[in-house]
């Protein structure tokens, strides 16, 4: 079971692998574009298994599937017996039997890596508390479309250090570029947590502005994460100064891009003008995981095919 290929935090795959992926997303980007149909996961089934809520998350990989040739299913904690205290190692047996591919979206990242350790097929992280890798191989995919490699970059995260935060300290690492980060007190990075090798990669910045300065990508997300909803107000008061707005975007490179995982809560973790702007590429970013989870789900059950 352990020889079972994972995806469940972005450093479980090289920059290698990720060179052939974002390959591989390119060119299925331009099948799917030019209404080409291609099959490979014919008679294939994915499981996606949420406990928190979702748009584009559950819409890119069902309807992934399904181009890919593949059909899934959605089961949620509401109505199945994962709300009822059944075991999770026990649902990864029964599921992992019955399935190809399993993604998830849960609480804690101890959670998918129980499942994980007692599935018989591979298990992608739609989402932990810590975590979100999807989410940033569709975000670097994007900036390589729109700016080309991203080695060397400098991207500024202005906010929470959440789990999208978290992923970009770990891509970071993986893909050699810059994160500046600028929290508001109390919410700083913390290196373990994410899962860091080390602080080579990411600076912290008490002045969102400072952290904006000359970089390459600002993105931001939600002050108020899912499950943190009991934070609410008093996050509201704490990430008051944390807006990415138009003199932000002027103090960033003349050629940034504004990303943003959506949803956005416009007037509170951005400002309207930036992403209803020129610089915003989030339409892109988020149609984008649509390709690379696809380039994704055929990697993890056909590994390299040959293009
Ligand atoms: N960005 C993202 O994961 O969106 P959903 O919560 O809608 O899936
Ligand atoms: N940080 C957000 C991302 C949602 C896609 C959350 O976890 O709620």
């Known amino acids: 079971m352990s020889k079972v290929k994972h995806f469940l935090q972005f450093k479980d795959f090289t920059r290698e692998e990720f060179d052939y992926l974002f390959e591989r997303s390119r060119w299925i980007k331009a099948q799917f574009k030019s209404y080409k149909q291609y099959w490979p996961l014919s008679d294939r089934t994915l499981v996606m298994i949420f406990e928190k809520a979702s748009t584009r998350t559950r819409l890119s990989f069902e309807a992934g599937m399904q181009q890919l040739g593949g059909s899934a299913i959605y089961l949620n904690t509401r109505d199945s017996q994962l709300g009822r205290g059944e075991p999770v190692e026990d649902a990864a047996q029964v ?43 569709a975000d670097i995919f994007t900036f390589i479309e729109q700016r080309g490699p991203i080695q060397g970059k400098t991207v500024a995260w202005i906010g929470d250090s959440n789990n999208v935060c978290n992923t970009w300290l770990q891509a970071a690492e993986v893909l050699d570029f810059n994160v500046h980060v600028s929290t508001p007190p109390g919410y700083e990075v913390e290196a373990e947590r994410a899962g860091l090798y080390g602080t080579d990669h990411f600076e912290q910045f008490e002045d ?12 931001t997300d939600v002050w108020t994460s899912m499950g943190f909803e009991a934070e609410n ?30 949803p956005a809560h416009r007037g509170e973790e951005v400002s309207a003008a930036v992403i209803d702007g020129p610089q915003s590429v989030v339409w ?9 989870q696809k380039a994704l789900m055929e990697y993890l059950l056909l590994g390299r095919v040959n293009i």
């Open 95 to 137: 599921i992992s039997r019955m399935s190809d591919v399993v993604m998830i979206r849960t609480f804690e990242q101890e959670i998918i890596e129980r499942f994980a350790a007692n599935s018989r097929v591979p298990v992608i992280n739609g989402l932990t508390n810590e975590y979100h890798p999807c989410q940033i191989m």
């Open 233 to 262: 107000e008093e996050r509201m008061r704490d990430f008051a100064d944390w807006q990415v707005d138009t003199e932000m975007m002027r103090i960033a490179r003349p050629d940034a891009v504004f990303m943003h995982c959506l």
């Open 208 to 219: 969102p502005m400072e952290a904006a300065e000359f970089a390459d990508l600002v993105t």
């Open 284 to 292: 892109e970013e988020a149609e984008n995981r649509l390709h690379v």
